[in-house]
């Protein structure tokens, strides 16, 4: 693709600064996972909350993940401090607030309802807050939020059904459904019926596959659930004719790289495959999956990546081309961005 201005000219040692300054989309973050240890500590002593550890510090430590079970089990501990309104709507404006600093122009921000409902918090007050924060995050921060509702696959699909009941009166609040959690075990088609049904009611379908599973559940995520994006998909490089088919119909994957770094999916930075994906003609991205326990926002994700891969600026722009080319966004509104994105490089000096 030729493109209005020469990336060869930007010299690697900029290359920092260009990644930093770019607009982008956030397509894969769960708003649970931004929850920093202080926010955690805070909303405990409001909510008159206790959690098993004595600090700060003490908390962040614990952030020391094997695999991804031994994080989910950190996060749920985590979330437990989340009961109010307000609680939900501080936990999201923080979130956007970092966005915006790393010029995320556009967030589609996971939540997962079945973590605050089986422990006795509304629909109402969970969808509330975070909504909230969404709308003034337009006005404030110039951030456009959307919500996306996550079913917990290792729950059942009748939960799975239970819970969109409990979101339907909000439908106008979030744009779309994921499936997230421990992968293993929970392949996509155990929750083949829910999807179909939030098919039929408009809304936008995406799922984590391919994270630690195998490429069977891209497939299935693709073929059985008919999700528009892939969530992680980052396996599928052990099946070139999944790798032709997720080219062949533009399927977005948002990739998360310090995600995949701390939850060992690959052993080293240095050892990912975003190159590889972005070389296969692949519309991959860069997310921040659960920023406060993966150790780093949009940005970092950028600055460490390029600087472990040596990815280059031209993949720069195409990965934030690619952001808005796969968010949910207006077309209206993509290719403002677009334009936003074409004077970034074009006048970087
Ligand atoms: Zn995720």
Known sequence: MSLPFDTAAIPAE????LLGIMPKAELHMHIEGSLEPELIFALAQRNGVTIPYASVEELRKAYAFTNLQSFLDIYYAGASVLL???????????????AAADNVR????????????ERGVSMATVIGGLHRACVDAKTALGVDA???????RHLSEESAFET?????PFRDQFIGVGLDSSEVGHPPEKFARVFARCRELGLH?????????????VWSALDVLKVERIDHGVQSTKDPALMKRLAADRIPLTVCPLSNLKLCVFPQLSQHNLGQLLDAGLIATVN????????GYMNENFLQTFAATGLDAKQAW??????????????????QWRDELAHCFASFR
């Not at 900029?14 to 600064?17: D, G, I, M, T, Y």
């Not at 609680?87 to 979130?95: L, S, V």
């Not at 921040?288 to 150790?295: C, L, Q, T």
Request: proline content about 6%; overall charge negative; aromatic content about 14%.
């Open 106 to 117: 556009r967030a589609e921000m996971f939540f997962d309802p079945q973590t605050h409902t």
């Open 205 to 217: 379908l995406v799922a984590h596959a391919g994270e630690e599973g195998p490429p069977a559940y």
């Open 14 to 17: 900029r290359l920092p600064e």
């Open 318 to 335: 195409q990965l934030a081309a690619n952001s808005f080319e796969g968010s949910f966004a207006d077309v209206a509104a993509k290719k």
């Open 146 to 152: 959307a919500l996306i509702l996550c079913f917990l």
């Open 288 to 295: 921040s999956d659960d920023p406060a326990y993966f150790g």
């Open 164 to 168: 969109l009941e409990q979101a339907l």
């Open 84 to 98: 109010t309104e307000q609680d939900f709507y501080d936990m999201a404006w923080a979130y956007l607030q970092r």
